[in-house]
């Protein structure tokens, strides 16, 4: 009932830029966090960054911090990922999430089980 849909994804040479952007649509739903998380070949899926919808705080790994921004825009509910300064370990698939039940600890937006929508992803390649 609940889509999420990513966009933006592209190959790219370190230290270019990217921006992901993600779109709902479907039913209407209560939105508490949206997040990004990624996926690397052989590995699981891994936390980038979130977003707090009703008051902007964002919480992001450290191997992103600095580098990547999330952002969101209410009126159009979309949720966008500003990367820079990519690194070959940045190649992925990029998957956007929705988190529809409140989280209490911070720690807990890096937990992919707590969110429960999510797209089908998107590919990041980053060229050395």
């Known amino acids: 009932q609940v889509q999420l849909v990513e966009s933006g994804g592209g190959l790219v040479q370190a230290g270019g830029s990217l921006r992901l952007s993600c779109a709902a649509s479907?039913?209407?739903?209560?939105?508490?966090?949206m997040g990004w998380f990624r996926q690397a070949p052989g590995k699981g899926r891994e936390f980038v960054a979130a977003?707090?919808?009703?008051?902007?705080?964002?919480y992001y790994a450290d191997s992103v911090k600095g580098r990547f921004t999330i952002s969101r825009d209410n009126a159009k509910n979309t949720v966008a990922l500003q990367m820079n300064t990519l690194k070959p370990e940045d190649t992925a698939v990029y998957y956007c999430?929705?988190?529809?039940?409140?989280?209490?600890?911070?720690?807990?937006?890096?937990?992919?089980?707590?969110?429960?929508?999510w797209g089908q992803g998107t590919q990041v390649t980053v060229s050395s």
């Open positions: 999430a929705a988190a529809t039940k409140a989280i209490f600890l911070s720690s807990s937006y890096r937990t992919a089980a707590n969110y429960d929508y």
């Open positions: 479907g039913r209407t739903f209560t939105r508490f966090a």
């Open positions: 977003i707090k919808w009703r008051d902007d705080s964002t």
